[in-house]
Structures are given as C-alpha cells and as structure tokens.
C-alpha cells in the first residue's frame, strides 16, 4: 500500500520557517520510486512542483522557491523534508508531498486513481 502523511504547516509570520515532513508507506511500490516531491496548491490555482528530490539527493526547485526551501529525505525512516524559510504570503497554499509524474502513474497503475495525501496547510501572514 502507497500512503503519504504530511505534517508541520501552521501560521507564520513573513520571513518565518517552517518543517514539513511527510511519511511515506514501506512498500514495493515505494522502493520501486526514485523521486518524490513536494507540491502545493494555492486557492483558486493550480497544483504546482515545488521541490523534487532523486533517490541519490540530487534536488530540483521551482523558480519561485530557489534559495529558501531545501527539500531532503531519509530512506532508513521512509521521510521526506521540505524546509521553507524567509516565507512570503504568496508561499500561503496546502502543501502535498508525492512522487514525481513517473512515480504517481505507477502509484496510479496500483491504485487507479491519481493518490495524493491529505496535505498540511501552510500560512503565512501577519
């Protein structure tokens, strides 16, 4: 079974921080994914790539994130980070972590449907 729990958003001040982690499910679905990520969906748009990170750590951003979200994981404890720092308003969104578009059609093959977990709401405001 492919399970993806995230946690860690809350309220923040602009310039604020904070750790998102997200569990993921020990499984031979999930050994067979080499990237994971992390997406977020603002109000009224649509979901968007974030930050992606290979089984190896080599790591990719968005634009709109390079230089303040560093993206990490652990494979002994099936964990994937997304530290977010110097937050703006426009970071506000719900933020998923999940496979990259290779990984989410497998998981899609398995389940058939386009999983995502239940998402942590991030807001950042004054």
């Known amino acids: 079974q492919v399970q993806f729990v995230e946690s860690g958003g809350g309220l923040v001040q602009p310039g604020g921080s904070l750790r998102l982690s997200c569990q993921t499910s020990?499984?031979?679905?999930?050994?067979?994914?080499?990237?994971m990520a992390w997406y977020r969906q603002a109000p009224g748009k649509q979901r968007e790539l974030v930050a992606s990170?290979?089984?190896?750590?080599?790591?990719n951003y968005s634009d709109a994130v390079k230089g303040r979200f560093t993206i990490s994981r652990d494979n002994a404890k099936n964990m994937v980070y997304l530290q977010l720092d110097s937050l703006k308003p426009e970071d506000t969104a719900v933020y998923y972590c999940?496979?990259?578009?290779?990984?989410?059609?497998?998981?899609?093959?398995?389940?058939?449907?386009?999983?995502w977990g239940q998402g942590t709401q991030v807001t950042v405001s004054s």
């Open positions: 020990r499984s031979k679905t999930m050994l067979s994914i080499n990237t």
């Open positions: 990170i290979t089984n190896g750590g080599r790591t």
């Open positions: 999940n496979a990259d578009y290779q990984g989410r059609r497998l998981i899609a093959t398995m389940k058939g449907y386009d999983y």
